[in-house]
C-alpha cells in the first residue's frame, strides 16, 4: 500500500516507519507512516477498507507535517504527494536561505 509515497520518501533521503492498527470497534483498518530526515515528527495516516472483491479501498489519508496544528486530508495518495512535493520544496528553500547553526560551522 502506497509504494509512490515510500518512494518518494526514500528518494528524498527521508526515514520512515510503518506500523499496521486494526481498531476492535470500527470496520476501518489503518497505517501510520512517521517520518522524517532527523526525527521522525511527521505524520501520515491512512484509513481503509476492503471492497466486496476484497481489494484494498482508501477512504480518506491525512498528513500532518511537523508543527501543523490541523492534519490535512486528502482522498488520493497523488493529491498527498503533490502537497508533499511543494511542501518539501519550500522547507528546502527555507533551509538555504537561512541555515542552522551547525551548518554554519
Known amino acids: 500500500m502506497l509504494s509512490r509515497t515510500k518512494e518518494f520518501l526514500r528518494q528524498h533521503n527521508y526515514r520512515y516507519e510503518k506500523s499496521y492498527i486494526r481498531p476492535l470497534m470500527a470496520p476501518e483498518s489503518v497505517y501510520v507512516f512517521k517520518f522524517g530526515q532527523d ?10 477498507g476492503h471492497t466486496w472483491t476484497g481489494r484494498q479501498r482508501i477512504n480518506e489519508i491525512d498528513l500532518r507535517l511537523h508543527k501543523q496544528k490541523h492534519p490535512r486530508v486528502f482522498q488520493n495518495e497523488a493529491d498527498m504527494l503533490d502537497y508533499l512535493e511543494t511542501q518539501l520544496a519550500q522547507r528546502e528553500q527555507r533551509h538555504a536561505d537561512h541555515p542552522s547553526d551547525t551548518e554554519k560551522v
Open 39 to 48: 526525527s521522525l515528527n511527521n505524520r501520515v495516516i491512512i484509513r481503509y
